[in-house]
């Protein structure tokens, strides 16, 4: 059972899949050749599910790791007795002339590069591959060249110096040594059985895509990132992460690359995140206005355009996410060969959540055309006549209960923010019904988002709780009401919104000063962490409110649990302090750019 803590992973991404390496040099998680593909490596999930280990034999003393500047090739620097050690690790997404297209020419392939600093080292590689989320143990021989796995629909080509042994186990190993100044190149490519077979890469191309790999992605970040405030760097890594999420081919942008990392350890409130929810990737356009300019805005609402337009003409629910193709059917099932991380079952694939209401929805992506209106001058009819008809089914259907922003998995409810993003939707379609070509629907979206608003402050706020509430009647808190300011629905100033965040930092705050979702019963058994993009929300309405030195202070609180690479799960335990949940988070890192941007435009005003 790997016990590997999930802070100690880094994440590799070709923007169509991605990959998890361990500290220590150990990938325990890629999935070819989609995000939401089958996994080749998944000893995150179970010790038999597969790996691909590169690093010093023996004791380790150090290890040092980092990205490559404005880039997601990692570099880990391992010191030993014998010596110094930089092993550096990537995806190859393929050139990138323009900087834009991030990962067009992706070639389904790990490159992992072991360069010899100081001294004398000797490496050792485990090679285990376990196709089909580990189900299938592929055969695997030497070839002039390489090693070559075949396993149910999956081929794979390991290129490298070693000749390794392969042993009864189906697990290849093999040592080689480097001094001072000599590499080892090691390259995986992955292919279907039915196509062309996967090649083996010499060491000068390996090194040249390494090469080309680390040019893209600083070229993406030259023409995209321009965010000049404080953590410059944290945002710009983010930005960097929430690219890193995005499926090229699409424009989809998955909520994290992994699944069923446990919300809380040994717990069975594990979930499938490799797929695009309208919430999310909605958001992440939004976070990318500020950490990185969305020329790819254009992709991401045509694709929408063309998942959901006929869902929302005929006057249906919006679906919530989609595969990252646009697929609708996530039918979530549980993978019982696998005994999930730490022991924390079961294994999902899929996601159940796909069928429930959430009316939320059509805020956020309304939100995001707004935000994003410079980017969509351009939109074609379809695109268009999508957002029309997203706003007319917000107008319609706001009244109806939901599951929420957080899934419940019980009775639906009047959500305040279920009310809240509907009113949000309308406000946006007011404000671009030009753009839109549909002049003649702002007096019926004006008099819908009108009346959301008056309920809400009838029904949203609670005398007993002295607060906005979870839902209508409810004297619950919950942490998506600090939303309110954020979408421009009560200024933060607002008395009964400033006792509304006061509420929230009393009452839904660890010892850690970190934010929960909320506390109040879900239909679920266990219990969770506290949630970062909720502390990161606390921090942004503090900086709406005007008070800089707290929204500084929580801001600072919630990036102590990035791990040494920039990266954030999607909770922290209250009691351990450790990360969990699917990582790296979308929505944690979204919290992150937003709250910086929104403390920099404060402090600019005062």
């Known amino acids: ?76 620097e391992f010191e030993t007795d014998g010596g110094r050690v930089t092993l550096v690790d990537c995806m190859a997404t393929g050139p990138n002339e323009k900087g834009h297209g991030l990962g067009g020419g992706a070639l389904h392939a790990v490159l992992r590069l072991a ?102 992605w600083m070229k993406w970040s030259e023409s995209h990132q321009s965010y000049d405030g404080p953590w410059r ?26 699944t069923s990392l446990p919300e809380t350890v040994g717990g069975m409130r594990n979930w499938d995140y490799r797929y695009a929810w309208v919430r999310d990737a909605s958001l992440t356009m939004e976070a990318l206005w500020v950490a990185a300019c969305p020329d790819e805005a254009l992709d991401f609402f045509g694709w929408m355009a063309g998942a959901a337009a006929s869902q929302v003409r005929r006057r249906e629910d919006l679906q919530i996410m989609f595969g990252v193709g646009g697929e609708h059917d996530l039918t979530e099932r549980e993978l019982e060969h696998l005994p999930g991380y730490r022991d924390s079952r079961p294994v999902r694939v899929g996601n159940g959540a796909w069928k429930q209401r959430q009316i939320d929805v059509y805020g956020e992506l309304m939100g995001a055309a707004y935000r994003l209106s410079e980017q969509l001058g351009d939109m074609d009819e379809q695109t268009r006549d999508f957002l029309v008809d997203v706003a007319d089914t917000a107008a319609s259907r706001w009244k109806e209960k939901d599951q929420g922003i957080w899934e419940v998995r019980d009775e639906p409810r009047d959500f305040v923010y279920s009310k809240l993003m509907c009113w949000a939707a309308l406000d946006r379609a007011v404000k671009m019904a030009k753009l839109l070509h549909a002049e003649d629907g702002v007096d019926g979206w004006s008099g819908a988002r009108d009346e959301i608003r008056a309920k809400i402050l009838e029904q949203g706020w609670s005398e007993e709780a002295g607060a906005f509430t979870q839902s209508f009647g409810s004297t619950a808190l919950d942490a998506s009401n600090l939303m309110m300011p954020i979408v421009g629905f009560l200024s933060a100033t607002d008395e009964r ?45 503090w900086a709406l409110a005007g008070e800089t030195a707290k929204a500084r202070e929580v801001f600072e609180r919630a990036i102590r649990y990035s791990n040494d690479v920039g990266l954030l799960a999607e909770e922290v335990d209250a009691s351990s302090g450790e990360l969990l949940g699917n990582f790296p988070q979308a929505f944690s890192h979204i919290g992150l750019v937003n709250a910086a941007w929104a403390i920099t435009e404060a402090e600019r005003q005062r």
Do not use: N
């Open 497 to 541: 919104m400033r006792a509304t965040i006061e509420a929230i930092a009393e009452h839904l705050t660890d010892e850690r000063g970190l934010v929960y979702r909320y506390l109040a019963d879900d239909g679920l058994p266990g219990e969770e962490g506290t949630f970062l993009l909720c502390t990161f929300w606390l921090s942004h309405a």
């Open 1 to 76: 059972m790997s016990r590997t803590p999930i802070a100690d992973y880094a994440l590799l991404s070709d923007c169509r899949s991605a990959a998890l390496v361990s500290r220590v040099g150990s990938i325990d998680w890629l999935c070819f050749p989609r995000f939401d593909g089958q996994s080749v490596f998944g000893r995150i999930l179970g010790d038999d599910a597969g790996h691909w280990s590169i690093r010093p034999a023996g004791d380790i003393r150090r290890v040092v790791r980092r990205y490559r500047d404005r880039t997601m090739v990692l570099e880990t």
């Open 115 to 216: 360069r010899c600093e100081e001294g004398e080292i000797e490496l050792e590689l485990e090679y285990a591959p376990r196709t089909e989320y580990g189900l299938i143990v592929p055969v695997i021989h030497q070839e002039e060249g390489g090693v070559i796995a075949r396993g149910g629909a999956d081929v794979l080509a390991l290129s490298g110096p070693a000749e390794p042994e392969i042993g009864d186990d189906a697990v290849a190993r093999g040592r080689v040594t480097i001094r001072k100044g000599d590499s080892a190149a090691f390259a995986l490519q992955r292919r279907a059985s039915w196509e062309e077979r996967p090649r083996f890469f010499d060491a000068k191309e390996i090194e040249d895509l390494i090469e080309e790999t680390t040019t893209a």
């Open 233 to 258: 760097d944290l945002v710009y890594q983010s930005g960097s992460v929430l690219q890193a999420l995005t499926f090229q081919p699409t424009g989809a942008i998955v909520a994290a690359p992994t």
